[in-house]
Nanobody, 115 residues
Framework: QVQLVESGGGLVPPGGSLRLSCTASETIFSSIPMSWYRQAPGKQRELVARIRAGRDPDYKDSVMGRFTISRDNAKNTVYLQMNRLLPEDTAVYYC?????????WGQGTQVTVSS
């Protein structure tokens, strides 16, 4: 059972930056995708970014050019660098690992973009 622990959320003004981190409790092979999702109040959870070995990262169109996903396999950690944040980026952000057809989720970290 993989456990995922996120950190790095908070309150930031429009145009600001945050970096989210997610660390897994066990080794995640580089071929296994690690992803960030988000869920805003009253909306469905949506994929923000995904990274896996041998392929370019995938991004939601609205975050392309502002967000960057990366991973450190030695630390079993995936990051989401978020720049030029907008109010519509406000949501709970969740880390996800899908391994063997099973989805593992972190507890979520709140990101609020407001002046």
């Amino acid at each position: 059972q993989v456990q995922l622990v996120e950190s790095g959320g908070g309150l930031v003004p429009p145009g600001g930056s945050l970096r989210l981190s997610c660390t897994a409790s066990e080794t995640i092979f580089s071929s296994i995708p690690m992803s960030w999702y988000r869920q805003a109040p009253g909306k469905q959870r949506e994929l923000v970014a995904r990274i896996r070995a041998g392929r370019d990262p995938d991004y939601k169109d609205s975050v392309m050019g502002r967000f960057t996903i990366s991973r450190d396999n030695a630390k079993n950690t995936v990051y989401l660098q978020m720049n030029r944040l907008l109010p519509e980026d406000t949501a709970v952000y969740y880390c996800n690992v899908r391994d063997g057809g099973v989805n593992y989720w972190g507890q979520g970290t709140q990101v609020t973009v407001s002046s």
